[in-house]
């Protein structure tokens, strides 16, 4: 008896051992069924956004070049006078800015989701001084503006004074572009976009901010300003149109550069944005380029 007692519960172990890994499979299985099920509606979110971007990036490519083909028709028609020529040539200029930097910004959408380093980017580090690029910058926009009575101006003192900072200049180009081209798109009619800054000798950073009146920055939406798609109601009805992906790629160059990008109301109800990058702390992470001839324009 005690040898068919034991076989007993030895099978009786060895029937709980097997239903204990088929429950753990079952658990198992399930698990994976509900991550599948979650990585379909993601993926599937993401086809969305990736067709909404596409078809607003068209939409906002097709009406510059519109705009730039329906002025050159005329102007080569000679159906406008010498001085309304040229505000037409203006305005095509003014158009041009604008398809290239979205361009631009639809070919930095991939790089810097794959490369989230410094050392991942193709650019060398070189000096940047970055009055002389805020005042090229501002002449740039300031075409955008004119129909709005939006005037860029760049106020000189202390951002004058501050050392060149050590970056990827393309890259913090692009990131000043796409603050002040939202900056003069949701303005408010005959209103400045004030561009000033100042250095921090403590921390060695100099900080530039783009400030404008028009779309207030509430409080709880402030950090979502930086969020990937992320659009306000105010801004959806300025401008239906838009991506939201502007101040998202402006966030990821800063990122990499390890400054800090920041946006507030000021006491005289301008809406701010700041940019902090450090003169020389990139220093060694990167290959660095020779300071370029000081009259080279950028």
Sequence with gaps: MSVNNHGESSNNTDSLDIQTKLDKLIQENNLLKETNKSLQNQFEQIKKEQITYLQNVSHQLVAPLNAMKWHIENLTAARISVERGKKVLRSIYSQATIAVHLAKNFALMSNLEADQTLAAQREPLEAVDLKRLMVNLADDFQPSGWDKSVHVSVIDHPLEEAPSVLAIKNLISQVFS????????????????????????????????????????????IELIF????????????????????????????????????????????????????????????????????????
Aim: aromatic share 10%; hydrophobic share 30%; no cysteine.
């Design 178 to 221: 796409n603050i002040i081209e939202n900056a003069i798109k949701y303005s408010t009619t005959d209103t400045d976009i004030k561009i000033y800054g100042n250095y921090d000798s403590d921390n060695d950073t100099v900080s530039v901010y783009i400030a404008n009146k028009g779309i207030s920055l509430p409080s709880d939406e």
């Design 227 to 298: 969020t990937r798609g992320y659009r306000s109601k105010d801004a959806t009805n300025i401008y239906p149109a838009g991506t939201g992906f502007g101040m998202y790629i402006a966030k990821k160059i800063i990122d990499i550069h390890e400054g800090n990008i920041t946006a507030f109301t000021d006491k005289d109800g301008f809406s701010v944005f700041r940019v902090t990058l450090s003169v020389k702390g990139l220093k060694g992470k990167t290959i660095q380029r020779e300071s370029k001839d000081s009259t080279n324009r950028r």
